[in-house]
């Protein structure tokens, strides 16, 4: 009988000890025996970003707290943290909510900056809101209205381009342009050639005289002197700009016969421009194209977009 009861008391206290090893572990594994004083800090948001009180708080991923509280404030969001190291806490931490992991949570993650003065304990931190799937759902859902008004600006642009295309009168219009740039391009040349030569004997005339005239007159009163030496700067700039304008002269001539050989193309039927001009059987699939295309915006403005995301889950 007296060695039963010696049993069960050692069991008893086998489990009462086990007991209390078990409650320990879990106390000093969550904090509440072996640690250091926990001391807080304030971190204004300008929204929630979701967190909630008792989410972690990480510095470089390692938890080093928790959340205690969320409230609003005047700028956004203020949100109370405690933590149980601030040794590398600077004056320019700052912190931010991020996801937790990809199937739901929050942590706030700080940076604890590169500044050399601590930052006091109580003292609040400038925050941000990391983007994640909700967010873009909601951005998408927010530029949904936008989207029809550009699909409706297409529509109107397609329908301007339809009309252009076969307006009979567009094509004659287009070839006179072209036609009438080509000429005035021409004479412009022609002109210039035709002047040039006077033009230089103006401009060494001019030099000369000025040349002359400050031999004539250079002891004379330094006001007279300084208007001559300014009449030939202008003499030799004016030399300077024949010389552009000759530069000038070679890349009208260049550019007319750029657009004479443009002209010519467009009229013979070779390339883009002149395929839509000539090319019956291309004009009748652009305008084919178009009225497909305008029939397809008037489907998406009148029904919308169907999207459908799964989350989480395999179709």
Same mark, same amino acid.
């Given at each position: 009988?007296?060695?039963?009861?010696?049993?069960?008391?050692?069991?008893?206290? *086998?489990?009462?000890?086990?007991?209390?090893?078990?409650?320990?572990?879990?106390?000093?594994?969550?904090?509440?025996?072996?640690?250091?004083?926990?001391?807080?800090?304030?971190?204004?948001?300008?929204?929630?970003?979701?967190?909630?009180?008792? =989410?972690?708080?990480?510095?470089?991923?390692?938890? #080093?707290?928790?959340?205690?509280?969320?409230?609003?404030?005047?700028?956004?969001?203020?949100?109370?943290?405690?933590?149980?190291?601030?040794?590398?806490?600077?004056?320019?931490?700052?912190?931010?909510?991020?996801?937790?992991?990809?199937?739901?949570?929050?942590?706030?993650?700080?940076?604890?900056?590169?500044?050399?003065?601590?930052?006091?304990?109580?003292?609040?931190?400038?925050?941000?809101?990391?983007?994640?799937?909700?967010?873009?759902?909601?951005?998408?859902? #927010?530029?949904?209205?936008?989207?029809?008004?550009?699909?409706?600006?297409?529509?109107?642009?397609?329908?301007?381009?339809?009309?252009?295309?076969?307006?009979?009168?567009?094509?004659?219009?287009?070839?006179?342009?072209?036609?009438?740039?080509?000429?005035?391009?021409?004479?412009?040349?022609?002109?210039? #050639?035709?002047?040039?030569?006077?033009?230089?004997?103006?401009?060494?005339?001019?030099?000369?005289?000025?040349?002359?005239?400050?031999? =004539?007159?250079?002891?004379?009163?330094?006001?007279?002197?300084?208007?001559?030496?300014?009449?030939?700067? *202008?003499?030799?700039?004016?030399?300077?700009?024949?010389?552009?304008?000759?530069?000038?002269?070679?890349?009208?001539?260049?550019?007319?016969?750029?657009?004479?050989?443009?002209?010519?193309?467009?009229?013979?039927?070779?390339?883009?421009?002149?395929?839509?001009?000539?090319?019956?059987?291309?004009?009748?699939?652009?305008?084919?194209?178009?009225?497909?295309?305008?029939?397809?915006?008037?489907?998406?403005?009148?029904?919308?977009?169907?999207?459908?995301?799964?989350?989480?889950? #395999?179709?």
């Amino acid at each position: 009988m007296n060695s039963q009861s010696s049993r069960e008391v050692r069991v008893g206290v *086998v489990s009462l000890v086990a007991i209390i090893l078990l409650v320990g572990g879990f106390a000093f594994g969550s904090g509440w025996l072996g640690s250091t004083e926990m001391v807080s800090y304030h971190v204004s948001f300008p929204t929630s970003g979701g967190i909630q009180p008792g =989410e972690p708080v990480t510095v470089h991923g390692v938890k #080093r707290g928790k959340v205690l509280a969320v409230a609003n404030s005047a700028q956004g969001v203020v949100v109370d943290i405690a933590l149980d190291n601030i040794d590398d806490i600077t004056s320019e931490a700052s912190a931010e909510i991020v996801m937790l992991e990809i199937t739901g949570g929050k942590r706030i993650e700080l940076n604890p900056g590169s500044g050399s003065a601590t930052l006091p304990v109580g003292s609040n931190m400038p925050g941000t809101v990391a983007a994640d799937i909700s967010s873009l759902v909601g951005l998408f859902g #927010r530029l949904s209205g936008r989207i029809e008004v550009v699909l409706a600006r297409l529509d109107t642009l397609t329908a301007a381009a339809s009309e252009l295309v076969n307006d009979k009168q567009f094509i004659p219009d287009l070839k006179r342009a072209a036609a009438g740039a080509a000429g005035t391009l021409e004479q412009t040349n022609s002109f210039m #050639r035709m002047n040039k030569a006077d033009i230089s004997n103006l401009i060494q005339q001019v030099t000369s005289l000025a040349d002359q005239l400050n031999v =004539e007159i250079a002891d004379k009163s330094p006001e007279i002197d300084s208007l001559l030496s300014g009449l030939q700067d *202008v003499a030799h700039r004016a030399a300077g700009t024949m010389t552009l304008a000759d530069t000038a002269l070679t890349h009208v001539a260049d550019l007319s016969e750029n657009v004479n050989v443009t002209v010519d193309r467009v009229n013979s039927g070779q390339g883009l421009v002149g395929r839509l001009l000539y090319d019956e059987q291309l004009s009748r699939q652009l305008d084919s194209t178009l009225v497909e295309m305008r029939m397809l915006l008037q489907q998406l403005n009148k029904h919308g977009l169907n999207t459908n995301v799964r989350i989480g889950t #395999r179709p």
